[in-house]
């Protein structure tokens, strides 16, 4: 019995791990501790499957009561990342639709993995656009840093499944990025049945827009002012035009983010 209770506490203290969980449950030969290990086991599961369907710093927040599931939100400053795939809608239209599932699943895995490794959360897939923002659910201090950093970062990642993709014989995937520093409304939008831990707001608007101007300038990462103020002693940036925005209302100066400077 000791040993079984053991097993089961631990196995309930891996929970919000959100790792994958074993194989098979705790067993027992008595009823109740055998019916526990058996439903820490479904949790596990549960758990684990549902980090899969939403950023994981949100379902942790979910876990540990940081983060409401009530609808609504607050206004907060975030550094929010767009991206889009030239080009895309030619490939579909000539290309094997699992196929292409297939494709823009590895492209995806190649590009959140970045956006993951600096601190970012993963917003939604839009068709092959990606969106992302910092400094929520957790703040950053360094967040404007974080979302450039994962901009070149990606670039690198994406030139090598490119790689990948034309050795198979598959169209490659160039991708356009936006990215806008500003307050938005940061929280949980949706219905009562249905809810999204989102960002509204002009940054998130701003932040496409820069995304699409890539096409403009024959440019592949575009930031904002907001954004070069805060980076510009960290990474090298290209003045690229002063512009006004489809959709907005003040001009803004754009610029190119090229590399980021040695330490």
Known sequence: MSKTIQA?????????????????????????????GR?????????????????REIVRGVLDNSISTELGGKRQEITALFTDVR?????AESAD????????SRYFTALTDVILSQG?????FIGD?????????????????????????AKVAIEAI?????????????????????EAVVGNLGSSERMNYTALGSVVNLAARLEGLNKQYDTQ????????????????????????????????????????LPD
């Open 162 to 182: 490119n790689r990948q993709f034309e050795k198979e014989g598959l169209p490659p995937f160039y991708t356009r990025f936006g990215i806008h520093f500003g």
């Open 97 to 104: 639709p699992d196929g292409l599932m297939q494709q823009t």
């Open 39 to 55: 439903t820490i086991h479904n949790s596990r599961r549960a758990i684990w499957s549902f980090s899969r369907l939403a950023p």
């Open 221 to 260: 990462v575009l930031v904002s002012e907001a954004v070069y103020a805060r980076v510009h002693h960290r990474f090298n940036c290209r003045f690229v035009d002063t512009v006004v925005a489809k959709g907005m209302a003040a001009e803004t100066r754009v610029y190119e983010l090229q590399d980021e």
């Open 120 to 124: 970012g959360t993963v917003d939604k």
């Open 87 to 91: 080009g895309f809608t030619t490939i």
């Open 8 to 36: 089961i506490t631990l196995e309930a203290h891996r929970l919000p791990t959100m790792a994958p969980p074993p194989k098979n449950a705790v067993r027992s030969f008595i009823d109740e501790l055998d019916t526990l």
């Open 129 to 153: 656009a990606v969106m992302a923002f910092w400094n929520a659910p957790n703040p950053q201090t360094d967040h404007c840093e974080r979302a450039c950093r994962a901009a070149l970062q």
